[in-house]
């Protein structure tokens, strides 16, 4: 199981490395304005986070010794694990904000649904990989890959974790039509899509849930109670101005009218302080990296490697495009976090492994393949 080959180093993805460490630095930086001033009582967040960071550092180490393909294996006893985890949350979970979605382990309340986005992703990525086709899925190849999506779905929005679990729904439609669908599955799916989300809003939400829809259609109808959040949201990244107004400056977050500042709207914090300059430089290096993933997904030596990689790449895409809307105020407020920027161990480690695993599929381009493995 354990291999070691010199090319590996030298066929390493250093550039995207660097751009996570710079990434995950910018983040820290952040995160240290946003908790300030510190509390007198307990670890800042800053630090935790920066203890989570390095976890995830020795994840990616530990991961790189491995084949990629090895997941292939182990895919199924993965999904187990998540979906057992899923299950132990409805009875023995952690509640707070009135939900029920963490598992604590004493030093660390562990997420569980976030392990179940990239646990999807690797399989769905190994069953798409086993049964390639060349003209296109039928609704009949689909049955799999939406039984395997719809159950972790179905657990999280029991917690009640609705972003969370229309995240999975991202990365199942992200997938599928990157693998190629016949027209006709198109169509049966997009129908099936509209019409699931007409019955979902009249016998699914909750009230607060069509709360947050209703107040991002008008922010204003509310502004001291559900359009707080949204409006303090705008007004951060609107005051930072071209420049911003200087690192540990900015008054939305450190006068306290920004709530989840340190979490969800970590990006408005910065955007406050760094301006519109300082924001196009962090979403520039940011979206680089998922660009470069892309990129290293092309030169993948097999079709589980391309799959693997761009489905993690949506994976961290498709939240951040979300987060920073939400924070625009151009989406409903859904709780989905910014990757490697908002506050949260798990989020932070199960992006950091995803990152592992697109390192780990570059550094084995040059490997011959092992072959479809059943």
Request: hydrophobic letters at 50%.
């Amino acid at each position: 199981m354990f291999r070691f080959d010199r090319r590996l180093l030298i066929h390493f993805d250093w550039g995207l490395l660097i751009m996570l460490l710079l990434i995950c630095g910018m983040a820290l930086f952040n995160l240290y304005s946003a908790s300030y001033p510190p509390q007198p009582w307990g670890t800042p967040p800053y630090l935790k986070q920066l203890y989570f960071f390095l976890m995830g550092f020795a994840a990616i180490v530990f991961l790189l010794g491995f084949d990629y393909q090895e997941l292939h294996f182990w895919n199924y006893f993965f999904y187990g694990v998540v979906v057992l985890l899923l299950l132990t949350i409805l009875f023995i979970g952690k509640s707070a904000g009135g939900a029920q979605r963490w598992i604590s382990l004493g030093f660390f309340n562990l997420q569980p649904s976030e392990l179940a986005k990239l646990m999807l992703v690797i399989t769905l990525a190994s069953y798409y990989s086993r049964k390639d086709v060349t003209d296109g899925y039928t609704i009949r190849q689909l049955v799999v890959p939406i039984v395997l999506t719809a159950v972790p779905f179905l657990l999280i929005l029991l917690q009640p974790d609705l972003g969370t679990a229309l995240m999975l729904g991202f990365i199942f439609a992200s997938m599928t039509i990157f693998v190629k669908l016949r027209l006709s599955v198109y169509l049966i799916l997009g129908g099936s899509a509209v019409g699931c989300a007409f019955l979902a809003w009249e016998h699914l939400l909750l009230p607060y849930q069509k709360q947050r829809v209703q107040t991002f259609l008008n922010p204003e109808a509310d502004p001291m109670g559900h359009g707080y959040q949204i409006m303090q949201s705008k007004i951060a990244v609107g005051s930072g101005g071209q420049f911003g107004r200087g690192y540990l400056e900015g008054t939305q977050g450190h006068l306290h009218f920004l709530p989840e500042r340190h979490t969800d709207f970590a990006f408005a914090v910065w955007s406050e302080e760094w301006g519109f300059a300082g924001s196009m430089f962090f979403l520039g290096v940011y979206f680089l990296m998922l660009v470069w993933g892309l990129y290293s997904s092309m030169f993948a030596r097999d079709r589980f490697g391309v799959l693997l990689s761009f489905g993690i790449v949506m994976l961290i895409f498709w939240q951040a495009v979300i987060n920073l809307l939400m924070i625009l105020g151009l989406l409903p407020v859904v709780g989905i976090p910014l990757p490697l920027v908002s506050y949260g161990g798990s989020s932070l480690l199960t992006t950091m492994l995803g990152i592992g695993i697109l390192l780990n599929v570059r550094m084995r381009r040059f490997q011959s393949p092992r072959g479809q493995i059943d």
